[in-house]
């Protein structure tokens, strides 16, 4: 049998779908949002991380 005839089978299967699609929507509205609002000076510190072999 093919998965597809599995899904057919699975009762609220279109529901699932669509709420994964607006989770997956969400996620990144919010991170475009966040990357917008976010001072600049953070993002650059931020960036730098990678970069800083300085211990703590």
Same mark, same amino acid.
């Given at each position: 049998?093919?998965?597809?005839?599995?899904?057919?089978?699975? $009762? /609220?299967? %279109?529901?699932? /779908?669509? $709420?994964?699609?607006?989770? +997956? +929507?969400? +996620? +990144?509205? =919010?991170? !475009? =949002?966040? =990357? =917008?609002?976010?001072? #600049? #000076? #953070?993002?650059?510190? !931020?960036? #730098?991380?990678?970069? %800083?072999?300085?211990?703590?």
């Amino acid at each position: 049998m093919k998965f597809i005839h599995y899904l057919e089978q699975t $009762a /609220g299967v %279109d529901i699932l /779908g669509l $709420a994964s699609l607006l989770i +997956f +929507f969400m +996620f +990144f509205v =919010v991170m !475009i =949002v966040w =990357v =917008v609002r976010t001072d #600049k #000076k #953070k993002i650059e510190e !931020i960036s #730098k991380i990678p970069l %800083d072999n300085t211990e703590q």
